[in-house]
Nanobody
Framework: VQLVESGGGLVQAGGSLRLSCAAS????????MGWYRQAPGKQREFVVT???????????NYRDSVKGRFTVSRDNAKNTMYLQMNNLKPEDTAVYYC??????????????????WGQGTQVTVSS
């Protein structure tokens, strides 16, 4: 499985960007997907995760600092996940990574699969 991010760039504070994560296979095979970021000198942190429950329902968790500004979405027909980022702030500057996991939650527990990362796309927000 390959994940390819795109859409990063340089934007002024208050601007918007939309990141894309294109998968080489159907994203319906993934249990969980998400976006993470890593700023220079800092550890990678989660931005948003989309969790698929055993029932098939999904639950989305956003990092507190991006709530109300970032929105994750998926287009199964295009095998692509998106991250719409509005009202960007300088502290959002980082390399953004797409993550996907084939582990599945069932009524009997988690069936472990594989975890995949994209190569990252740079987002730079100037003040």
């Amino acid at each position: 499985v390959q994940l390819v991010e795109s859409g990063g760039g340089l934007v002024q504070a208050g601007g918007s960007l939309r990141l894309s994560c294109a998968a080489s296979e159907s994203i319906s095979r993934f249990g969980d997907m998400g976006w993470y970021r890593q700023a220079p000198g800092k550890q990678r942190e989660f931005v948003v995760t989309v969790i698929t429950e055993a029932t098939g329902d999904t639950r989305t968790n956003y990092r507190d600092s991006v709530k109300g500004r970032f929105t994750v979405s998926r287009d199964n027909a295009k095998n692509t996940m998106y991250l719409q980022m509005n009202n960007l702030k300088p502290e959002d500057t980082a390399v953004y990574y797409c993550n996907a996991d084939t582990s599945k939650r069932t009524n009997r527990g988690i069936v472990r699969g594989y975890n995949y990362w994209g190569q990252g796309t740079q987002v730079t927000v100037s003040s």
